[in-house]
């Protein structure tokens, strides 16, 4: 590895997230051309800073929608373990007579 490449190791940032809120600040490139220079402290001040992410789909929606899926799966999983493997209609599964029975067949052990 050249030496020049490895200082430009020593000095990247760790992370992503450090490097976006400027904890660590990314090392310069090196001028490929001897003539050329670093902006001056004002133009650098002025130009713009990189955007800020924002989510497309919030936190709070994120969970309602984990959520909703997962009530689906488990009514379709119901519906086929109750229809495929038991041999019952599907549409009973969603009575209750039908889960009052589950629950007292559970209870009683028989």
Known sequence: MSDER????MHRPSS?????????????PAPAEPEAQALPAEEEAA???RFARTRLIPI??????VTVLMAI???AGA???YSAIGDGAWIDVFRPSTWQHILDFVEKGT
């Open 16 to 28: 992503r997230m450090a490097r976006r809120k400027g904890r660590v600040r990314k090392s310069p």
């Open 6 to 9: 490895h200082q430009e190791c």
């Open 79 to 81: 519906v086929v373990g």
């Open 47 to 49: 130009a713009p800073r």
């Open 73 to 75: 799966c488990l009514a």
């Open 60 to 65: 709070w929606l994120r969970l309602v929608i």
